[in-house]
């Protein structure tokens, strides 16, 4: 639950950096540079920079870092954002939790809803429930935690990165 909080959930955080995109060659992104995203409002198909839905904020965290993600269109109904969001899947690598993971969680029993984990027990996201852009704590949603990802087309530290 963010709403009042989210604020003071982000100072809480301040004065360290979030490595967004985990171990990837892209470098890390400081939390100043997400303050502005914070109570952003929550829209199905929004892409900012006035409103986001979850992906599309995954989208924009990404773009911060210099990454593109590919666009999914986000339907409304959670059956059809949890069978865009399986669609997509095979674009991300399956990895433990760390700071700079996609995590994703079932909402209403659909695995229809995406985050990007900061640091220890902190995450980033925006739904309906949120009513905007909010950092929680992961361990509040672990029951709902689907598993924990990274985009599968960034170079890393031990690979060359690809001269497409």
Do not use: N
């Not at 100043?32 to 904020?57: E, Q, T, V, W």
């Amino acid at each position: 639950m963010c709403g009042a909080r989210q604020q003071s959930s982000f100072r809480r955080l301040s004065g360290t950096h979030a490595a967004l995109v985990g171990k990837s060659t892209v470098t890390d992104l400081p939390e100043s540079a997400i303050l502005d995203l914070i109570g952003k409002p929550f829209a199905y198909g929004g892409r900012g920079p006035d409103s986001f839905d979850c992906y599309g904020l995954l989208m924009e965290l990404y773009r911060r870092k210099g990454v593109m993600l590919p666009d999914y269109r986000s339907p409304t109904r959670l059956h059809d954002i949890a069978a865009a969001l399986a669609d997509g899947l095979w674009r991300w690598t399956p990895i433990e939790s760390r700071p700079g993971a996609a995590v994703t969680f079932r909402i209403k029993g659909y695995g229809a809803h995406v985050g990007l984990v900061l640091r220890h027990d902190r995450f980033i996201h925006t739904w309906e429930g949120t009513g905007g852009v909010c950092i929680e704590r992961l361990s509040h949603w672990k029951q709902r935690v689907l598993g924990f990802y990274d985009f599968a087309d960034l170079p890393h530290h031990d690979e060359p990165a690809r001269a497409d």
